[in-house]
T-cell receptor, first 113, second 113 residues
Framework: DAGVTQSPTHLIKTRGQQVTLRCSPK?????VSWYQQALGQGPQFIFQ???????QRGNFPDRFSGHQFPNYSSELNVNALLLGDSALYLC????????????FGNGTRLTVT | SQQGEEDPQALSIQEGENATMNCSYK?????LQWYRQNSGRGLVHLIL?????REKHSGRLRVTLDTSKKSSSLLITASRAADTASYFC?????????????FGRGTSLIVHP
């Protein structure tokens, strides 16, 4: 049973560029959340997707957008990259959007130069 | 914000000793969760304790919750070098029905062999 898978594992982009990160949830999970983790910090909630809709959003600008597909996989898009967007981006899936524990992928390490 | 804050920020012990880390939060919670993160990887769910529970065990892990003090502790008994990781507590609210775990900065635990 595959867990949460994310791609790519590492990415280097230049300021101003756009990036798309991908996530496949754990089998049986229909809710996907995205988190940003800066070095030495805890994960910060970006947004949550359920039934192909953004259900909740954290304190992130509109440059951060996402999508969930009918097979529950998800994408995170970041436009107009800033140096401060350099971080580990974590995808987490859960059985439902209530109190279920999160299952995390190993993340995508994004470096913006 | 429901963000939990872990204490201490860093903890260094010898193999075989017990490790205790604490989490404080600000407002009422449905539950509190503890996660572990090995360097550069995704978070792994360890244990969930509900607001009406006071103590929970899982293997060498013991979690307590004191809702009157808005605090929780995670005890790892007979620690091993493999326990070296960052540990995060996650508390959450449920705006609009979706439960969003919010993480603190974590406790970095180093277990020396």
């Amino acid at each position: 049973d595959a867990g949460v898978t994310q791609s790519p594992t590492h990415l280097i982009k230049t300021r101003g560029q756009q990036v798309t990160l991908r996530c496949s949830p754990k089998s049986g999970h229909d809710t996907v959340s995205w988190y940003q983790q800066a070095l030495g910090q805890g994960p910060q909630f970006i947004f949550q997707y359920y039934e192909e809709e953004e259900r909740q959003r954290g304190n992130f600008p509109d440059r951060f957008s996402g999508h969930q597909f009918p097979n529950y996989s998800s994408e995170l898009n970041v436009n107009a990259l800033l140096l401060g967007d350099s971080a580990l981006y974590l995808c987490a899936s859960s059985l439902d959007r209530y109190n279920s524990p999160l299952h995390f992928g190993n993340g995508t390490r994004l470096t913006v130069t | 914000s429901q963000q939990g804050e872990e204490d201490p920020q860093a903890l260094s012990i010898q193999e075989g000793e017990n490790a205790t880390m604490n989490c404080s939060y600000k407002t009422s919670i449905n539950n509190l969760q503890w996660y572990r993160q090995n360097s550069g990887r995704g978070l792994v769910h360890l244990i969930l304790i509900r607001s009406n529970e006071r103590e929970k065990h899982s293997g060498r892990l013991r979690v307590t919750l004191d809702t009157s003090k808005k605090s929780s502790s995670l005890l790892i008994t007979a620690s091993r070098a493999a326990d070296t990781a960052s540990y995060f507590c996650a508390t959450g609210s449920a705006p609009g029905g979706s439960y969003i775990p919010t993480f603190g900065r974590g406790t970095s635990l180093i277990v020396h062999p």
